[in-house]
């Protein structure tokens, strides 16, 4: 397997919503020549528990507790430069929410949990007049001031 199908298959194992940002994110970054590899993205639990030991022996610089880490829910990935700068790798990647919480214990390790959906999500439809004044029979209180602000702005009276 070459580099592009490793880092396709690695993004397949992450989040359905935010494989866009790992796409985008891998794309710049090889169009400007800070090309990486995906080493890790999904971990199950046994290989948690493996990363874990290997952290309390101080073979490596850094796990996550068992059940704690990203990589297990499908959000985090690993990688590898091959060319370029992790400085820029990094900067690209800030631009698509994807963030690198532990610089300088665990510099290769990115996390998804702040990504952002690619489009906005539609914003509900504004009520009809009608609509309104038949919410407004049954709402009370705080609920029933709402409607008929809403029915001022409507109107304009
Ligand atoms: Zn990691």
């Not at 919503?17 to 090309?35: F, L, M, P």
């Not at 914003?123 to 008929?148: F, M």
Request: a positive charge; proline letters at 8%; one cysteine or more.
């Amino acid at each position: 397997m070459n580099r592009e199908q490793q880092n396709e298959k690695k993004i397949g194992e992450l989040k359905n919503d935010v494989q866009w940002a790992a796409r985008g994110w891998r794309d710049e970054c090889d169009s400007t020549n800070n090309k990486f590899l995906i080493t890790e993205a999904y971990r199950s639990y046994e290989n948690q528990m493996i990363a874990w030991g290997k952290y309390q022996r101080g073979e490596i610089a850094a796990a996550a507790y068992p059940g704690t880490s990203l990589h297990q829910k499908w959000l985090a990935v690993d990688i590898y430069v091959i060319s370029g700068t992790l400085s820029k790798i990094v900067s690209i990647a800030e631009q698509y929410g994807i963030s690198r919480p532990l610089p300088t214990r665990d510099p290769c390790h990115f996390e998804f949990c702040h990504v952002q959906p690619p489009t906005p999500i539609n914003p509900p439809p504004t009520p009809t007049l009608p609509q309104l004044r038949n919410a407004l029979k049954w709402a009370k209180g705080i609920r029933a001031s709402s409607i008929l602000r809403a029915i001022k702005r409507l109107t304009g009276r």
